[in-house]
Each structure stands twice: as structure tokens, then as C-alpha cells.
């Protein structure tokens, strides 16, 4: 943290505008002549300012089990827009163990399973919730909106419901006929407004697990989502807060044959897609771990990060010089 605020100093506060820019005067010109020079009019110095474009929210979506390499053979249109308007990383690493509920909780908590202490993957209410400082923590008590939009009724255990203005979840795997979708709960959001909504899309881990990672099934079930997904960010656009949304895409783990949970590569590497203001378009070569989201938000909307945490702020995709010492996984 010491490290953090050294180099928002030097940097600025990073929700002031950017440094003035000094218009130069007009240069005065010899010219040799046997009339004598009439005076060259100097231009008074004025002083400019770049805007800087605000930051009035941020949309963090989960596809569940995404595995990077799935994003083009699935072919998510709207992810890949994301990839290319903004900062990315398909070598992102999650947690051991790398599952769904201790994957998001470090996601959200910007912790190790170490400190959180959620390494079960079931929804065991009686286990209680993550614990620490998360990131619905920290936004709702500064007085901003929340918002989770689950498919999965174990994932309300990463947070206390104090911490969430809103929480619904259509869980496909609780053999309820659900009468709404994720993505028309997530568009009401919208509606209504939020400063932090998490939005989790779990049909293609549901579809890995029935027929393998990167399946026919699992790949068909990423672009259905992604149709989803397009149209929560055509809500943002239709009501004039697309422009100052931080957008992040990430997953929880990845997968292979029809499993996942170990320390193999490809369990363990997740996409990691950050777009809207301020943010550098182009490929990340800092690494980046799935604590660094909660961290990376915290940053964004201007919240103090708690020194327990684990993560940082992928401060590659601001422009922003990357800390010598990067925290190493979990």
C-alpha cells in the first residue's frame, strides 16, 4: 500500500484531471530590412485543460469457467469488441483450489482462500460468509449502489447481504423453473442504477461439466451468454452510461476433460478484459490474478484498498507505472 500511495503522489489523485497544457507564444521573427522592426505581437501564455472522463460505475461479469481460448472459438463478439477497445490479459491466473465459489471470493474479496476461508463449493449457509473487507463492503459503505446477478445461489455467500442493495440469482442446477433471466435482471439494474454490479453467467461451466471444456455444447452455451451480455451493454448505451462505465470480463477458473479444480494450466488461466475510461488499449504484459479485480475497482472508483488484501491494481492498464514487486498467487 505504501508503494500504492507513493505512486498515486508522484501520479496525482487519479480522479483529478490530467496536468494543464501550456499554449507556447508566438515566436518572434528577424528579418533583415533597412526599416526598423515593428514590435511582433506576443500571444499571452493560456492555460488548457484536458477533461478527464469520469468514472461513474463499474460492471464486473464472470463467465464461469471461460477458459481464454474459448472466447474466439465460441466466438463472443462482444468480449472480443472489449479486447480490442481496451486492456487485456489471456494469461490471468485464478486460485487453488480452482473453483467456482473460492475463485469468486477471491475475485471479490481481493484475497487468498488463506484469509477469506471460503474453500467449500456448495451453498452451505451455515458456513457463514467470506471474511475480510470485500469490495461490496467497501463501495456500500461509501454510500454507492450494489448490485450481484448470480446463477448460482452459493455465490450470495461471498458477500453479507447488508452489502448488496441488490441480489437475485437464477440457479439452473436448483431444478426450479425460474420466471427470469440473468440478463433481464441485470438490464432492470441498469434501469435503475448502480455504481457496482456483478453480473455471473454459469452455463458454459454447467455445459463443460456435462459434456467437456470446450465442447460443442460449451462453446455454443459462452455465445448464447455473450448474446446476454451484448445486450446488458446495449441497456448501458441507451440510457447514456456506457461512456463512463469501467467494464471488466473475467471468469473464475477455466477447465479440461469435464473438470477443473487442480493446479493444471488450463484450470487455472482465465481472460482478464478491462474497458471504458481512461483505460490504455492493448495487450497487458504485467501478470494479473483475480484478487487484483476487487483491488482494480477499488482504485477506479477512488476507495481506500485494505492493506489485508492480496490483490492489486492492474495499474498497466491506466498507463500507470507497474510496482516493481508483483503479488505472487495464492
Known amino acids: 500500500m505504501t508503494l500504492v500511495i507513493i505512486i498515486l503522489q508522484s501520479c496525482g489523485s487519479f480522479a483529478s484531471p490530467l496536468p494543464p497544457t501550456i499554449a507556447p507564444t508566438q515566436a518572434v ?152 433471466t440473468i440478463e433481464k435482471l441485470a438490464i432492470n439494474q441498469v434501469k435503475i442504477g448502480f455504481n457496482l454490479m456483478f453480473v455471473h453467467f454459469p452455463s458454459g461451466d454447467l455445459a463443460g461439466h456435462e459434456e467437456g471444456w470446450m465442447s460443442r455444447l460449451q462453446l455454443k452455451a459462452y455465445a448464447k451468454d455473450d448474446r446476454a451480455f451484448g445486450s446488458i451493454l446495449q441497456a448501458l448505451k441507451d440510457r447514456g452510461m456506457y461512456e463512463d462505465t469501467i467494464i471488466i470480463v473475467t471468469s473464475d477458473h477455466g477447465g479440461h476433460d469435464t473438470s477443473h479444480g487442480t493446479d493444471a494450466p488450463e484450470d487455472m488461466t482465465i481472460p482478464w478484459i478491462i474497458s471504458g475510461p481512461r483505460v490504455f488499449p492493448g495487450e497487458l504484459t504485467s501478470p494479473v490474478h483475480t484478487m487484483d479485480s476487487a483491488a482494480t475497482i477499488a482504485f477506479v472508483l477512488g476507495l481506500p484498498i485494505p492493506p489485508e488484501w492480496d490483490g492489486e491494481p492492474v495499474f498497466e492498464a491506466f498507463g500507470l507505472p507497474v510496482p516493481p514487486f508483483r503479488t505472487v498467487g495464492c
Open 29 to 180: 521573427t528577424l528579418v533583415s530590412s533597412s526599416t526598423p522592426l515593428q514590435p511582433t505581437e506576443v500571444i499571452p501564455a493560456t492555460i488548457t485543460f484536458t477533461p478527464t472522463p469520469p468514472i461513474s460505475r463499474v460492471l464486473i461479469v464472470s463467465f464461469d469457467g471461460l477458459r481464454p481460448d474459448a472466447i474466439a472459438e465460441a466466438k463472443m463478439v462482444n468480449v472480443m469488441s472489449l479486447m480490442q477497445s481496451g486492456a487485456y490479459t489471456l494469461n490471468a491466473q485464478t486460485i487453488m483450489p480452482s473453483t467456482t465459489l473460492p475463485a469468486h471470493a477471491s475475485m471479490l474479496t481481493g484475497m487468498c482462500p488463506a484469509k477469506h476461508i471460503v474453500r467449500w463449493n456448495e451453498y452451505v449457509p451455515q458456513n457463514g460468509y467470506a471474511r475480510g473487507t470485500d469490495i461490496f463492503d467497501l463501495v456500500h459503505g461509501a454510500g454507492l449502489q450494489t448490485a450481484m446477478v448470480v446463477g448460482k445461489e452459493k455465490l450470495r455467500q461471498v458477500t453479507e447481504p447488508p452489502s448488496t442493495d441488490f441480489f437475485a440469482f437464477v440457479d439452473e442446477t436448483d431444478k426450479i423453473d425460474d420466471f427470469t
